[in-house]
């Protein structure tokens, strides 16, 4: 060989991984209900490319968990091995030379029983090294392309087209002779170029694997070309030579100090081999054998260009909430376009809504809302007398409730009993808070919002005549009554207690209770929205609806009929709840007053004077009748 | 209009002629046949693309699919972009790529990211509606559905269709 040719340091294309997004899908579902805790290897399959427009890229997807490996065309399978570890820390301070000398060792072993001369798929390794915090969807991983870092071998000039060794009909005969070999053999394989024709042959028709060592005059080196499947795109030749050559040192020691043609196959996508390189390798002459003791290189480097773990962050793609989300978000964005160009859609995402009750009325309103925290706590009841064990817990529990509230700003009310929306009622109330209350029946459902903040009597005096009420005056749950809530599962059979409602019922209350509020925040007065006394009137303004139409103080449906009545009432300066005389006592006394109602809701009848009245109509036999036929069926849930 | 919709077995036809031609000219579509449950029959083409992603030229790999939708019974089309490491693009990331050419609004109304049929995980999927009416325009003239099918979304879609697919 002339030597006025400039020798180069052949240098290789490394790997660049490429995970389909069903491989962590896979990862996970085989994570979360095989292997679980454990930690084993597993067998998993990649696959790189010889297509000459796309590049070293190797890839894994949801199929590589599989026994067998799909087949590509212009694809070659590799076997692998996933090891994931349980912890972050493991990951982070295992040694990482010991993995990729063990993964290195493996290979090493298939070249000195010869196995890489009948099987050429054993010569290439990887391994996917990983942590996985499945709970976040997020995947800490690192690919290993095991490569041995001798022997350092050298090109002569350039690497040059295969069209200039051969022609289109011998090229036609490789095509051919490749497409012949069997899918275990395309890794690594020979060619020979012959005076009439080119023969495609498995390494071991050439190399005798029963040899240990043999000489390189078995071998007719002026016609004989190495030929592996050549991922690379660029004049380098990819990854695979660098094993390639180093195997064939060890079983043909004496190619030391010579030189060898090796082909890097590449196809086209029309099927043409033009683009294919022939690579004219000077191995210099050397004392060292390679493989035993020698280090092991191809840790695949991160974005940054360090040799450090990827991350894949999966949620938006695979996290169910997120999921959920984001579909909601889009069909929110889509009624905007559409139907609702007006539509306020940051005021939904940042409105934070508190659901006190988490029965199915409860369930039904987080499914419309797509709420997702919770807190467990009891709610003290008036009427519900606190020993002297449950003080402290009494205590937490009123504090528990008033911090949620006070860090929300909608509170539902979907608890399944009168007196136990009182206590909620009353700190809603003192902060300002919107309320929407829901409750059933058996066959029947109450939904309505509360009206906002103190001074109820203002309310007073402007007469049956007005046609509308002031959002902020509307009543509360509790304003249409003229008796304290008090023990209502008392003296009741299971049923009565129990909600017992036909089943559609809390599904239809959880629904228009969530679009009560939809409507409530997209109004441009907000909790100011009017609520008309007769929506029948055909000559109110229909300038007091909001973007979503109007908003009624309250809805009460009946199953039995089909029918709802939408009444509206204004606030009561003597209610047991949201009068002033009650918010003011809670403000000044707090808990010593709370605890004189929890003792008996006499106590709230006395301070509104409702006991005042109650003595001077006489209609005490009236109302207690009232309780039972009215209220109570609409309480339950 | 006339109402407009093909069967299973003229949907199996259309995309077995479709990939013979893809296989003629290396277009790289593939059959991914389901025999058991034969409208889960369906094609399946992928491609890497260098993509400029806040001005850093990113490999992605797209993948795009026509399947049967057997409520509308027509064809219908999804597909993913995906990095590397297997995050997919958002909606609005591929929208501004030009990688699809429409409006905004139009777009959502069109494209909406959803639990593919088959596949179940998150994919861009054609809303169906708009096609058995598009179709219905074509269906006596057109040679083949599915290229019929794909010409009416090249057009927004950076999905080119070699001619060969017409002759």
Known sequence: MSTNKELKVVQYVPFKSFVHPSFWHSFTDIKLNIDKLEEAKKDIYGRYTYR?????????????????????????????????????????????????????????????????????????NFFIYSYSDLKKYRYYYWFGFPCPNQPTVYINDEPVLITTIFNEQQLEQLNKGFNALDLTQRHYFTVTKNTNFVTVDCLSKILDAKKQVQSKNDINLSITY?????????????????????????????????????????????????????????????????????????????EKGALGPKLAV?????????????????????MKWRLVPDLDL????????????????????????????????????????????????????????????VEHDVIFLLLDSREARWLPTVIAALHGKIVINAALGFDSYLVMRHGVGLNAADAEGEG??????????????????????????????????????????AAIAGALAVEMLAALLQHPLGVEAPAVYNPDNKEIDSGDDGVLGSIPHSIRGFLHSYQSVLPTCAKFKQCIACSDVVLNAYKDKGTEFLLKVFESGKHLERITGLEELHKSAELSDMLAFSDDEDQVNIDNE | ?????????????????????????????????????????????????NFDLQGELTLCKVEYNIFYNISYAVPSFSFNVWKSNGTLLTLEEIRQLSFIHIKREDFYSVITQQEHPLFGRPYFIMHPCHTAKLLAQFKLNSRNIIVTFLSLITPLLKLELPLEYGL
């Not at chain 1, 008796?483 to 017992?500: H, I, K, S």
């Not at chain 2, 077995?9 to 593939?30: C, H, L, P, T, Y």
């Not at chain 2, 058991?36 to 992928?46: A, F, G, M």
């Open chain 1, 52 to 124: 000459e427009d796309v590049g070293t890229v190797f890839e894994v997807d949801g199929t590589s968990f599989n026994k067998l490996p799909e087949t590509e065309q212009y694809y070659i399978n590799v076997k692998g091995t996933l090891i994931n570890v349980n912890k972050l820390e493991d990951f982070k301070h295992s040694d990482k030379s010991i993995l990729l000398n063990n993964s290195g060792e493996e290979v090493w072993l298939n070249v000195k029983s010869k196995a890489w001369i009948t099987e050429p798929s054993r010569l290439i």
């Open chain 1, 226 to 302: 190495f030929a592996f499947t050549d991922p690379s795109c660029s004049t380098s030749p990819g990854w695979p030579m660098r094993l390639f050559i180093a195997a064939l040192l060890e079983h043909c020691p004496d190619l030391y100090n010579t030189e060898i043609n090796i082909i890097g196959l590449r196809y086209s996508a029309n099927g043409s081999l033009q683009k294919s390189q022939v690579y004219n390798i000077k191995i210099p002459q050397t004392s060292e054998t390679s493989g035993e003791g020698v280090g092991w290189v191809g840790w695949e480097r991160n």
């Open chain 1, 314 to 334: 999966m949620s938006s793609s695979m996290d169910p909430i997120k999921l959920a989300e984001s579909s909601s978000d889009l069909n929110m964005r889509l």
């Open chain 1, 346 to 405: 940051d005021v939904m995402k940042r409105t934070k809504c508190l659901l006190l009750g988490a029965g199915t009325l409860g369930c039904h309103v987080a499914r419309n809302l797509l709420n997702s925290k919770s807190i467990f706590a009891h709610i003290p009841m008036p009427g519900y007398p606190v020993g002297e064990d449950l003080m402290e817990e009494m205590y937490n529990n009123v504090k528990l409730v008033t911090d949620a509230i």
């Open chain 1, 464 to 505: 049956l005549r007005a046609a509308t009420v002031p959002g902020g005056r509307l009543g509360c749950y509790f304003c249409n009554d003229v008796t304290a809530p008090g023990n209502t599962f008392a003296e009741r059979t299971l049923d009565q207690q129990c909600t017992v409602t036909r089943p559609g019922v």
């Open chain 2, 1 to 49: 209009m006339d109402e407009f919709g093909i069967t299973v077995e003229e949907f199996i036809n259309a995309i077995n002629e479709f990939k013979n031609v893809s296989d003629q000219i290396n277009d790289g579509w593939r059959i991914y046949e389901n025999k058991n449950e034969i409208h889960k029959s369906y094609l399946k083409k992928e491609s890497f693309i």
